[in-house]
């Protein structure tokens, strides 16, 4: 059982950044491949970007690739999303999930475990 606890979301102005957090509980943390997804209101839930478990794969969707980065401690159990150059169409709820299948399955959305979400909300 892995319990996802996301954090560092609140309101900025577009061209900021924030830095989310991602808090993993259980043993097994490094052997997710672990990733964000985003859903805006009226919207479906969409991918952002995704890390292996040995960090050395990463993927991004177009809409973010550039602006945000993806990364983890395996030490800490936490995977970060740095979001820099936001815009306000970067305005959504972010989850957190974790995906025993590999990162190149979680980004097509197959994922064990899912976070309840932080709120980003970037204005004009």
């Known amino acids: 059982q892995v319990r996802l606890v996301e954090s560092g979301g609140g309101l900025v102005q577009a061209g900021g950044s924030l830095r989310l957090s991602c808090a993993a509980s259980g043993r097994t943390f490094s052997g997710y491949a672990m990733g964000w997804f985003r859903q805006a209101p009226g919207k479906e839930r969409e991918f952002v970007a995704a890390?292996?478990?040995?960090?050395?794969?990463?993927y991004y969707a177009d809409s973010v690739e550039g602006r945000f980065t993806i990364s983890r401690d395996n030490t800490k159990n936490t995977v970060y999303l740095q979001m820099n150059s936001l815009k306000p169409e970067d305005t959504a709820v972010y989850y957190c999930?974790?995906?025993?299948?590999?990162?190149?399955?979680?980004?097509?959305?197959?994922?064990?475990?899912w976070g309840q979400g932080t709120q980003v909300t970037v204005s004009s």
């Open positions: 999930a974790a995906g025993s299948a590999g990162s190149t399955r979680l980004r097509l959305g197959v994922s064990d475990y």
């Open positions: 890390i292996s478990s040995s960090r050395i794969n990463t």
